[in-house]
């Protein structure tokens, strides 16, 4: 039985080794496709209390592009790095709000955010037929914000645009309260591969709370609270790309 076993064992081996054969060792590619950031947020206004804790989730739709580097060690295992630039946006669209047991007019909130990615990825491939592959991957991303800002417009004529910069602090005299730059991510994800094309898609969980402490000025009372935040930066995406240059 254990002859059987082991027999079984190095014959799985060799078909392994049989279909990373045609495999190249580095690939230099390009690559292109949809993004969705979503900021996962959990407020708590008053640390004292949990009744004041809420939860908000704001997806973000946009787009993804970059450059990634891939090498194969053995057997179709390897990896890809690379940089990308990703961009999203979300608007709420015009909807009524009831704040405090006041009414405000209809108003919209516009979110805009640009970040630039360092990503390194394990990744296994098996050959399904002559240069077509089926892709796994798995592995940590580092996000870098360039700009995360949100517009509050109002449909009143006398109402002026409310613009926040989330990274820099808010442009608002009453508030101010900031996200961290830096954001580290853990993707999984699968793809398939072509000759030279391929496509890509996965899903990033975010690993650090994004929130820096923020002081928040109560548009009632006046009074100055402390703002402790939690919650996570996660992200969709599929990629499509092309090597431009393969080496053996």
Known sequence: MKKKIFLSFLIACTAVSAMAIDLPKQGFGI?????????????????????DSLSTIVKLNGFKVGLTYDASFVAGFGSSIGLNYTFGVSNSGW??????????????????????????????????????????????????????DMRADHQRDYDTPIEYQHYDGYKSDNENETFKRLNVTWGVGAGFQYKRYF??????????????????????????????????????????????WYAD
């Open 31 to 51: 690559q292109i496709g949809w993004a969705q950031p979503i900021l996962r947020l959990n407020n708590r206004t008053n640390p004292a209390t949990a009744k």
């Open 199 to 244: 496509v890509r898609g996965g899903y990033d969980f975010g690993l650090l709370n994004p929130y820096a402490h923020a002081q928040f000025v109560d548009p009632v009372t006046g009074a100055q609270l402390d703002r402790y935040t939690r919650g996570r930066l996660d992200q969709w995406s599929i990629k499509l790309g092309v090597y431009l």
């Open 95 to 148: 909807k009524s709000n009831n704040i405090y047991g006041m009414d405000y007019p209809r108003s919209r909130q516009l979110i805009t955010s640009h970040e630039i990615e360092v990503f390194v990825d394990w990744q296994y491939k098996f050959e399904v037929a002559k240069e077509t592959y089926l892709m796994l991957y798995t592995g940590p991303t580092i996000q870098c914000g360039l700009q995360l």
